[in-house]
């Protein structure tokens, strides 16, 4: 019944693209008629409580740290990460800014990292098919790590975010 169950979860990936920057663009070509991402069963969707895979796509700074944690923990399970462009995976040509998230997997999960200063809708694609044989072997344990984890993960997150201005919400 898993493996039926993860199969499922592997043809039906409803993307939440967080895109700050330029990485994020090519999100938009794989819905186009040339790429159709709907025939691979990824769909898009509005909001974080919708959606299976997080998409991070561009410059992570501090302010937008707090979005994207928030945002994560606001998605059902099971979910995944994909973590998309230089910028996001090491600060790309940001990294020596004092305001750059270098590593965005300090701070929560990353189960595929697709390379590349834009990354090509090709290998957007190529990603997700990696994720997709990820799922469906059962090997995803992004959401797993963030639960054995979860301290570690939330130091490293109060170590950033000095003015959460938020209620607490798992600290």
Not at 89 to 112: A, C, F
Not at 118 to 129: I, K, S, W
Request: aromatic share 14%; proline share 5%.
């Amino acid at each position: 019944m898993e493996d039926f169950a993860n199969w499922a979860r592997s043809e039906s990936l409803w993307i939440l693209g967080f895109g700050t920057g330029c990485g994020a663009i090519e999100l938009r070509p794989l819905m186009t008629s040339r790429f159709d991402m709907y025939r691979y069963g990824i769909q898009p969707r509005p909001t974080p409580r919708q959606s299976s895979v997080f998409v991070i796509g561009g410059y992570a700074s501090v302010k937008t740290l707090k979005r994207i944690v928030r945002s994560y923990e606001q998605m059902m399970g099971p979910k995944f990460v994909v973590a998309l462009g230089s910028c996001t995976i090491n600060g790309g040509m940001y990294w020596d800014s004092y305001n750059t998230i270098k590593r965005i997997d300090q701070y929560i999960p990353v189960d595929v990292y697709i390379t590349g200063c834009m990354p090509r809708p090709e290998a957007l694609l190529a990603g997700f098919q990696e994720l997709k044989k990820i799922i469906k072997a059962g090997n995803a344990e992004g959401q797993n790590a963030y639960a054995r984890n979860f301290e570690w993960y939330k130091a490293n997150q109060k170590k950033v975010i000095k003015d959460w201005n938020m209620p607490d919400y798992n600290w």
